[in-house]
């Protein structure tokens, strides 16, 4: 099952809202492995051009375990994640837009990358060593 829902409004010509929920789950041999993860936005309009927006992210997960079995991680290697971005966006034209964003990224263990990273031996695969990180990114995206 993988309910959903979304809300959202504009509080005035310049400002909007909106907020998110998702949940699912998934039956198996070790029992019942679920997730739930909500979201809410908020966008403000400086100019006509400009924008500004922010937006935070939660993440849970479930994991079941049975005989001291654990299944594996539907999503994330940890039970929770969460962000926080904020966006300033500028759209000099139709069909072109540059983004400035920085992004906070936390999570409940070691889900991030950072430094010198060891590699499992046997799957080859990077092990995460870090629970958070910080990004910005600056990008330019053109549409026709």
């Known amino acids: 099952a993988d309910p959903n829902a979304l809300v959202q409004t504009a ?8 907020a998110q ?17 909500g979201a809410v936005y ?6 006509p051009e400009l924008y500004a927006a922010v937006r935070g992210d939660y993440f849970y997960e479930k994991v079941a375990e049975k005989n001291g079995v654990t299944a594996s991680a539907i999503f994330w290697p940890v039970t929770w994640v ?9 759209q000099p034209a139709d069909h072109v837009s540059a983004r ?24 080859t695969s990077f092990i995460p060593n870090r629970d958070l990180q910080d990004t910005l990114t600056l990008g330019v995206t053109a549409w026709f």
């Open 21 to 37: 929920a998702d949940a699912g789950f998934e039956l198996g041999d070790l029992g019942t492995c679920a997730w739930a993860a």
């Open 82 to 90: 969460a962000e926080g971005t904020v966006t300033l966006a500028y």
């Open 100 to 123: 400035f964003e920085y992004r906070h990224d936390q999570a409940a263990g070691d889900a991030y990358f950072g430094g010198d990273v060891a590699v499992d031996p046997i799957t």
């Open 42 to 47: 908020a966008k403000v309009q400086l100019t």
């Open 11 to 18: 509080l005035t010509d310049d400002v909007s809202i909106a």
